[in-house]
Nanobody, 124 residues
Framework: QVHLVESGGGSVQAGGSLRLSCAAS????????VGWLRQAPGKEREVVAS????????DYADSAKGRFYISRDNAKRTTYLQMNNLKPEDTGMYYC?????????????????WGQGTQVTVSS
């Protein structure tokens, strides 16, 4: 059974940073890409960052480019999202998700499993 557990969320002021972590178990972690999804209040869930199965390639939503950095450690079965220069519009629930493909993709339909999420709140 696929199990994804996020951690690292919290409340920060605009301009601050947070690092999210996602521990994966129950599937062949090193063969699929992983994404970080965000659901802001009143908005649809979106993929903000994705990393390929071996970590060689990444993809980001325009809103995340230059501020968010995704990485993974296959030996630890853990994926990270470093978020810098946070803005109030980054507020939302952040989910780690396992895709059905090996390449990095910000296409939401590629993601089948996700965790319970971790809340990020950015105040102005």
């Amino acid at each position: 059974q696929v199990h994804l557990v996020e951690s690292g969320g919290g409340s920060v002021q605009a301009g601050g940073s947070l690092r999210l972590s996602c521990a994966a178990s129950g599937y062949d972690y090193s063969t699929t890409s992983v994404g970080w999804l965000r659901q802001a209040p009143g908005k649809e869930r979106e993929v903000v960052a994705s990393i390929s199965e071996n970590g060689d390639t990444t993809d980001y939503a325009d809103s995340a480019k230059g501020r968010f950095y995704i990485s993974r450690d296959n030996a630890k079965r853990t994926t990270y999202l470093q978020m810098n220069n946070l803005k109030p519009e980054d507020t939302g629930m952040y989910y780690c998700a396992a895709s059905q493909v090996s390449w990095a993709t910000i296409l939401l339909s590629r993601y089948k499993y996700w965790g319970q999420g971790t809340q990020v709140t950015v105040s102005s």
